[in-house]
């Protein structure tokens, strides 16, 4: 796969010379690439977006960044790393992906690993339910496809955690089949080609994008075409702050860019305000233990384990009161910096202390000292402030 996409690179490098195009030249195509209008005075949306395909190819084999996954965009690679990157920006998944990669080379090996040492795994991406669908697909690939995942986007479809983005993604990068991937960025990049007003948050928006960028996708180079578009929108097009698009190779057909509307579109309906919730969050130690408890099955952060907390902002009053019911009186507690973590639909802000019990009555809550907690427990990003201070704590001696 790889050879294969040297060879495309290599061969668009040379389309671009046998029609002119290269050195100082082939740094001035996209600005002055203009569209060819149809006869009644404009292109449809088909026709404009694929004329993108040509200058954005030439533009990715220059400009991609080099990233582990595209080294070797085996299947499970692909996958792997489109399920990291959702809600996690590029740089911090590296370490993870490739530090998962070093355990579980494999599908084989992500269907047996134990859902304790994926967690831990998994630490620090947050959204846990996408490492329990990882592993969940595994397992049905491992039952149905011997290990592999299907080269075809409607069985890849059928597999845990892969939607349309995802399976367009696999399909494309790693099997060469003609399907779109359609996140974030790529909205947005359509979006401003097309000067589409739609709500880019809705589904119906998504599914028409999806259809005219299918049409307008190069047969031979698929993968390309879809990775090109997503490091557009993350280099070029971007979502926060202006647009850099002198530099952009879609710049002579944005009609957004033409029309002076990169400021105003992609257009999303706001988000609905977050519900804010108070917590108290105890480091409570024993010896040279920490308690942990472990939350509900369902629901946020579900199987994970946390440090005991409590709806609402105990002052040093309730946390006596809260101890002595949880059969503990003898201890000491000094406060904590607040902290804040904020998930989709929900803000925790958090008041916290540290407590050192002085006799442990109560067998409530279950006592983990540092270094398993380090290596072996996965503790939410949620507590991660309160987890930092633990480990920055002396042991009893």
């Given at each position: 796969m790889a050879e294969k996409q040297n060879l495309n690179a290599e061969k668009q490098d040379s389309n671009m010379t046998e029609n002119g195009i290269s050195g100082i030249e082939g740094q001035d195509l996209y600005g002055k690439m203009k569209p060819v209008e149809a006869a009644d005075g404009s292109l449809t949306d088909e026709q404009r977006l694929k004329q993108l395909a040509e200058p954005l190819l030439y533009w990715f084999n220059r400009n991609k960044r080099d990233l582990p996954?595209?080294?070797e965009p085996t299947p499970y690679h692909v996958w792997l790393s489109?399920?990291?990157?959702?809600?996690t920006r590029v740089e911090a998944v590296i370490p993870y992906y490739n530090r998962f990669l070093e355990r579980l080379p494999d599908i084989k090996a992500l269907a047996q690993v134990e859902e304790e040492e994926l967690m831990k795994l998994w630490q620090g991406l947050g959204y846990y339910n996408r490492a329990r669908n990882l592993k969940a697909a595994a397992e049905q690939a491992v039952q149905q496809y011997g290990g592999n995942l299907p080269a075809d986007y409607g069985q890849l479809l059928k597999l845990p955690g892969i939607g349309s983005y995802t399976a367009g993604a696999i399909a494309s990068i790693a099997f060469g089949i003609v399907r779109p991937a359609v996140d974030g960025n790529?909205?947005?990049?359509?979006?401003?080609?097309?000067?589409?007003?739609?709500?880019?948050?809705?589904?119906?928006?998504?599914?028409?994008?999806?259809?005219?960028?299918?049409?307008?996708?190069?047969?031979?180079?698929?993968?390309?075409?879809?990775?090109?578009?997503?490091?557009?929108?993350?280099?070029?097009?971007?979502?926060?702050?202006?647009?850099?698009?002198?530099?952009?190779?879609?710049?002579?057909?944005?009609l957004a860019y033409r029309s002076g509307k990169t400021g105003c579109i992609p257009h999303k309906a706001p988000k609905k305000q977050r519900r804010i919730e108070e917590r108290t969050v105890l480091l409570i130690r024993w010896k040279n233990g920490y308690a942990l408890q472990k939350r509900p099955s369902t629901g946020l952060l579900a199987n994970l384990y946390e440090f005991p907390n409590v709806e609402g902002t105990l002052n040093g009053e309730q946390l006596a009161q809260y101890l002595i019911e949880a059969g503990e009186n003898t201890f000491s507690a000094e406060p904590l910096p607040p902290s804040r973590h904020i998930f989709?639909?929900?803000?925790?802000?958090?008041?916290?202390?540290?407590?050192?019990?002085?006799?442990?009555?109560?067998?409530?809550?279950?006592?983990?000292?540092?270094?398993?907690i380090l290596e072996n427990i996965a503790i939410p990003s949620a507590f991660s402030t309160y987890l930092e201070i633990l480990m920055e704590k002396q042991s009893i001696k």
């Amino acid at each position: 796969m790889a050879e294969k996409q040297n060879l495309n690179a290599e061969k668009q490098d040379s389309n671009m010379t046998e029609n002119g195009i290269s050195g100082i030249e082939g740094q001035d195509l996209y600005g002055k690439m203009k569209p060819v209008e149809a006869a009644d005075g404009s292109l449809t949306d088909e026709q404009r977006l694929k004329q993108l395909a040509e200058p954005l190819l030439y533009w990715f084999n220059r400009n991609k960044r080099d990233l582990p996954w595209r080294r070797e965009p085996t299947p499970y690679h692909v996958w792997l790393s489109e399920i990291m990157l959702q809600q996690t920006r590029v740089e911090a998944v590296i370490p993870y992906y490739n530090r998962f990669l070093e355990r579980l080379p494999d599908i084989k090996a992500l269907a047996q690993v134990e859902e304790e040492e994926l967690m831990k795994l998994w630490q620090g991406l947050g959204y846990y339910n996408r490492a329990r669908n990882l592993k969940a697909a595994a397992e049905q690939a491992v039952q149905q496809y011997g290990g592999n995942l299907p080269a075809d986007y409607g069985q890849l479809l059928k597999l845990p955690g892969i939607g349309s983005y995802t399976a367009g993604a696999i399909a494309s990068i790693a099997f060469g089949i003609v399907r779109p991937a359609v996140d974030g960025n790529v909205l947005r990049v359509a979006a401003r080609i097309l000067a589409s007003e739609e709500d880019i948050g809705q589904a119906k928006t998504r599914k028409k994008m999806e259809e005219l960028l299918l049409s307008a996708m190069p047969e031979e180079q698929p993968g390309d075409f879809n990775q090109a578009l997503m490091e557009l929108g993350a280099l070029v097009c971007i979502p926060n702050g202006a647009p850099h698009c002198n530099e952009c190779p879609a710049a002579g057909i944005c009609l957004a860019y033409r029309s002076g509307k990169t400021g105003c579109i992609p257009h999303k309906a706001p988000k609905k305000q977050r519900r804010i919730e108070e917590r108290t969050v105890l480091l409570i130690r024993w010896k040279n233990g920490y308690a942990l408890q472990k939350r509900p099955s369902t629901g946020l952060l579900a199987n994970l384990y946390e440090f005991p907390n409590v709806e609402g902002t105990l002052n040093g009053e309730q946390l006596a009161q809260y101890l002595i019911e949880a059969g503990e009186n003898t201890f000491s507690a000094e406060p904590l910096p607040p902290s804040r973590h904020i998930f989709t639909h929900v803000e925790w802000r958090m008041t916290a202390y540290y407590v050192i019990l002085r006799k442990k009555k109560s067998e409530r809550f279950r006592y983990y000292d540092k270094e398993e907690i380090l290596e072996n427990i996965a503790i939410p990003s949620a507590f991660s402030t309160y987890l930092e201070i633990l480990m920055e704590k002396q042991s009893i001696k």
